[in-house]
């Protein structure tokens, strides 16, 4: 009997079995580097090195979650002054994606994501990493077989190739004009909603 089920075994992607195997190693080495710390310098260096990495990483994402609202706000306001967005003037490495993932390095308890962090907050780290992202999801949407979000974003950039909005209204005339004899099912009173 056939039920279009396959019976083949599945083959395990490398990403997760490599994944795992690679968390487990960061944190032994976390740990080993901290006790290596601990040994030269004694509990209460790490313990102020953990607590200031925490404090450097909430100050950076604070910074960047602010810089994000205004981004956000100055957005609105430009598509409310009927302003098209300014996505020319950002250069690659300018968001706070990064900024705010290098602060959450900080935050996390350990030399290694500390060295982590630090490397992200630097600009030309922050546009190389950006830069060789794009490249990769450029390639894998290129790539992605049709029916999948690949080739809804393929779609979508056909229809509007140079990333226009048109703006319009739309008109919906669900009800019957007033005065065409019909009651509608929303003439009638009802009572307020209370909790």
Known sequence: MTTGISTAPRRRSPARTLLPLAVAAWLILEIWLLSLVAG?????????????????GAVVIKRAGRRAFKNLTDSFQRAQQGQ????????????????????????????????AGLLLLLPPVRALISRRATRSLERRMAA????????AF???????????????????????????????????????LTP
């Open 144 to 151: 992605a077989p049709a029916g999948t979000f690949g080739d």
């Open 154 to 192: 393929q779609q979508a950039r056909i229809h509007q190739p140079d990333g226009k909005v048109v703006r319009g209204e739309v008109i919906r005339e669900d009800r019957p004009a007033p005065g065409a004899g019909q009651a509608g099912p929303d003439t009638g009173h009802r009572p307020p």
């Open 84 to 115: 098209g967005p300014e996505q020319a003037g950002q250069q690659p490495g300018q968001g706070n994606g990064l900024i705010m993932l290098a602060g959450l390095f900080l935050m996390l308890p350990g030399l290694i994501s500390d060295a």
């Open 40 to 56: 030269a310098a004694g509990g209460l260096t790490v313990a102020l090195l953990i607590a200031g990495g925490i404090l450097l």
